[in-house]
T-cell receptor, first 113, second 112 residues
Framework: KNQVEQSPQSLIILEGKNCTLQ??????????LRWYKQDTGRGPVSLTI?????NTKSNGRYTATLDADTKQSSLHITASQLSDSASYIC????????????FGTGTRLKVLA | DADVTQTPRNRITKTGKRIMLECSQT?????MYWYRQDPGLGLRLIYY???????NKGEISDGYSVSRQAQAKFSLSLESAIPNQTALYFC???????????FGPGTRLTVL
C-alpha cells in the first residue's frame, strides 16, 4: 500500500534555531515529491518539488532533500522565524494514476520567541 | 489574492441536514478536487473532476456528491450529514500539464 509517513508529529523550537522534518514513503514508482506549508486556517501552499532524479531543492530558508534509494525526504528550515509556525506536509505523486497524490499526515511546527 | 475561494468558511449543522460546500476559482484550471482533512490523517480525496463533463470518485466518496456547474465552480454536497463527516474540507485546482495543486482556504464543517 502506498503510504507517506512524517516525523515528528509535532515540534517546538526557539526562533533562530534550525530544524529538520522527515518524510518516509513507500510509493514506488513515483514522479515527484512535494513539500507544502499549511498555516493555521489556510490551505496548503507548495514550498518545493523534486522529481525522482533530484537530490535537493531550496526555496529561501527551506531546503528539501530526497534519497530515492532509502525512500526518504527531509525538509530543513534554517534560522527559523515565528512565521514558520505551521504544518508541513509531504506529498508523493505516484507514476500511475493521473489524479493521485499521496499525502503525509504532516508535522506541526511551533516557533517560539 | 483569492484564486481559489470556498464558501462557507465555517458551518455548524445537525445530523440529517443537507449541506453544500462551494468552490470557485479564477485560475482558469480545468482540474478540480475535493479533499477532507482530519486530525492525524493526511488529506483524503473525495471527488475529482478533469472538466465539466468528467467527474470521478476518489477514495472516500460515500455519503458525498458533487456538481461541476462550470469550469470555475465545483460544489460538494452532503445529502444527509452525519457526525463523522465533521472535518476540514479543501478544494484544489490544477492546470492541464501542471503538477502543482492550488488549495482554497478550507471549510470547517461540524456536524452535531
Amino acid at each position: 500500500k502506498n503510504q507517506v509517513e512524517q516525523s515528528p508529529q509535532s515540534l517546538i523550537i526557539l526562533e533562530g534555531k534550525n530544524c529538520t522534518l522527515q518524510c518516509n514513503y513507500t510509493v514506488s514508482p513515483f514522479s515527484n515529491l512535494r513539500w507544502y506549508k499549511q498555516d493555521t486556517g489556510r490551505g496548503p501552499v507548495s514550498l518545493t518539488i523534486m522529481t525522482f532524479s533530484e537530490n535537493t531543492k531550496s526555496n529561501g530558508r527551506y531546503t528539501a532533500t530526497l534519497d530515492a534509494d532509502t525512500k526518504q525526504s527531509s525538509l530543513h528550515i534554517t534560522a527559523s522565524q515565528l512565521s514558520d509556525s505551521a504544518s508541513y506536509i509531504c506529498v508523493v505523486r505516484p507514476t500511475s494514476g493521473t489524479y493521485k497524490y499521496i499525502f503525509g499526515t504532516g508535522t506541526r511546527l511551533k516557533v517560539l520567541a | 489574492d483569492a484564486d481559489v475561494t470556498q464558501t462557507p468558511r465555517n458551518r455548524i449543522t445537525k445530523t440529517g441536514k443537507r449541506i453544500m460546500l462551494e468552490c470557485s476559482q479564477t485560475k482558469g484550471h480545468d482540474r478540480m478536487y475535493w479533499y477532507r482533512q482530519d486530525p492525524g490523517l493526511g488529506l483524503r480525496l473525495i471527488y475529482y473532476s478533469f472538466d465539466v463533463k468528467d467527474i470521478n470518485k476518489g477514495e472516500i466518496s460515500d455519503g458525498y456528491s458533487v456538481s461541476r456547474q462550470a469550469q470555475a465552480k465545483f460544489s460538494l454536497s452532503l445529502e444527509s450529514a452525519i457526525p463523522n463527516q465533521t472535518a476540514l474540507y479543501f478544494c484544489a485546482t490544477r492546470g492541464t500539464g501542471g503538477d502543482e495543486q492550488f488549495f482554497g482556504p478550507g471549510t470547517r464543517l461540524t456536524v452535531l
